[in-house]
DNA sequence: ATGAAAGCGCTAACAT
DNA sequence: ATGTTAGCGCTTTCAT
């Protein structure tokens, strides 16, 4: 060590270091630094002072190997340069960083093997637990995960036949509403835009759709449901079949942020007016929403909500392993700006 | 452990395990698994399979301590949900996904103490490096580091006196550029919307405005300048503050994006249509650009490129420590929609 | 080329 | 209440 510190090398002090200028043995050090009943205010103290005095850091490492366990915890987010999941990464960061954990953050891409990779990687660095948005079909990577005792918590996507806690948001309950209000409107001929039918939140947003139609008494037409990947240019496409369609949509729900940019922007290549021609809401309420224009009406999802809760979801489990697994739906609301036009003006003009 | 295996808790296997399986020792199996020269093709082999056999994951923890490293490297962002830093996120979790590193993220929420957490954990962790993107004005926590031998990147804002390598992007030419079109389209009151100027990015973008301006000649009006911070409301109220002037600018630019997103909200609040009334160009192109009414003009900033030429730059640093620092800088480009109408048009109007 | 054994820094079982 | 010591799983000398 005396040889290294003649290179300039900083080293980084040890249990050790702190023992012998505090005149106490290692095991008392760990004690008193991790606030362990056991030892006298006096040594507690002079081991305090000690430390601060070497500016000793735990190596985490180290006691990561001894407790078997990390004070890390593993994020896989289908597609991190979507802001639902943004929202979500900043959830769980927040929470995490509060209580002292750090965020191991992996981008499946919406790639099956890719998430696989991200699986392996988690479990290679021993995170105490993963919090997962995944779109694999088959849960066995997840199950043996859970085999090893690894606490999950699923977000926003969940997956039949895997017991672990979930939080997810009421979204077809939220696209219920949406469509209700433009059923209210006077609007007949209501188009939706969706993501891909094997996600859970496709399937509920779909079932959302349904349900405010039966509601109204108005026809489910296969024609004006359009299902794609949720990306933005999926979603151009759908629309543009739709303006295409002999008898097109009066109103468009778009069932998530970046497919609504690209509805939009094929509207704008078209002769429409919104809301004269056409109404749109769309699922997921963004920063840009109240800079369109006009001003776009938007189910708004707690994005940041589900990520802290999630991550609060799992601290809990962490800390009684054998919790029977909980389930928290977040609530999603509608946020009615102008791209439906006033309830008064459609009227009206209907 | 075979008290353990009767509770049906599974446990991960060892090099112990591998080598008897294998009829080896531990250390062969270390030897055969990381690829070393110094093991024959048939030990190699049997090592190999009985690895495959038992499906085998090297404890990377316990490597960790052995090698004093880890393969995880840090990443500080000002604001996760801010797109540019997503898609920074993205380039560098490519990188090193790839090369088999794990991101541990963290979020400093543009708050310095809350930056220096940020540190705490990243150093605790052991990470083997970190990209950040600094808040703050004090450099002394990350010399820190660096004294340390920890590899160090900074990402789009710099400090000086700093010694470590950098990724930015020509923002000065990129803010140069745009401005020339607008004074090429014949505009003569041109505001500026900039962040605070403490931030490189800030002084970098004010320098490529008022460079544009001298080469045409136009003087540098300050009640023209907004200085706000780089959130969206702040730029809303530098827009308002613009929009009330006695005589009020032709074009304005934005020096990002979710301030561009405030300012085109304060635009559409007000009676002005853009481009006829005002033209608008931002920095940062975002998703929503071509959804917007009429489609941004936009200085496109490529993030990913940055996130991922800063995670090449620490690997590359991780395997030779003692390279000069480099600095990387990533051109910007110009996009031309419709926010500042066509320049045919606008030499009518002017 | 391979094995035996030490030891990374810490915590926890055990001893006092 | 405090100290002694073993050992987490791995890599890496040091022998052979």
Tied chains: 1, 2.
């Excluded at 999950?152 to 036949?161: H, K």
């Excluded at 609504?260 to 021609?277: F, M, N, Y």
Aim: proline fraction near 5%; charged fraction near 20%.
């Amino acid at each position: 060590m005396d040889y290294m510190r003649s290179l300039h090398v900083k080293v980084e002090p040890t249990v050790a270091d702190v023992a012998e200028l505090a005149g106490v043995s290692t095991a008392t050090v760990s004690r008193a630094l991790s606030g362990s009943a056991t030892v006298s205010e006096s040594l507690r103290k002079r081991v305090q002072d000690a430390s601060r005095k070497l500016s000793y850091k735990p190596n985490r490492i180290a006691r990561n190997l001894r407790t078997r366990q990390t004070r890390a915890v593993g994020l896989i987010v289908p597609d991190i340069e979507n802001p639902f999941y943004t929202s979500i990464v900043r959830g769980t960061e927040d929470v995490l960083q509060a209580a002292d954990y750090s965020l191991v953050l992996t981008n499946s891409n919406e790639e099956p093997a890719r998430e696989r990779r991200c699986l392996d990687t988690l479990r290679a660095e021993g995170v105490a637990g993963i919090v997962f948005s995944s779109c694999l079909q088959q849960m066995t990577d997840y199950q043996e995960l859970l085999d090893l005792q690894v606490p999950l918590v699923a977000v926003s996507r969940i997956s039949a036949g895997l017991n672990v806690d979930t939080v997810t948001v009421a979204e077809a309950e939220g696209t219920r509403l949406a469509v209700a209000h433009l059923v209210k409107l006077r609007h007949k001929r209501i188009a939706l835009i969706n993501g891909p039918i094997s996600l859970s939140t496709a399937r509920e947003r779909l079932r959302g759709y349904e349900s405010a139609l039966a509601a109204a008494g108005l026809p489910v037409r296969t024609e004006l449901m359009q299902f794609t990947d949720f990306r933005q240019m999926g979603a151009y496409a759908a629309m543009k079949t739709l303006l295409q369609l002999p008898n097109p949509p009066t109103a468009v729900f778009v069932t998530s942020n970046l497919m609504t940019l690209g509805a939009l922007q094929a509207i704008h290549e078209s002769p429409l007016d919104i809301p004269r021609d056409i109404a749109v809401i769309g699922f997921d309420d963004m920063a840009w929403a109240s800079s369109l224009k006009p001003p776009l009406t938007a189910v708004a999802q707690p994005g940041f909500d589900v990520g802290a809760t999630a991550a609060r979801l799992l601290l809990e489990r962490l800390n009684a392993p054998a919790r029977p697994t909980r389930h928290i739906m977040l609530d999603t609301r509608l946020i009615v700006r102008a791209s439906c036009g006033s309830p008064a003006g459609k009227s009206a003009a209907a």
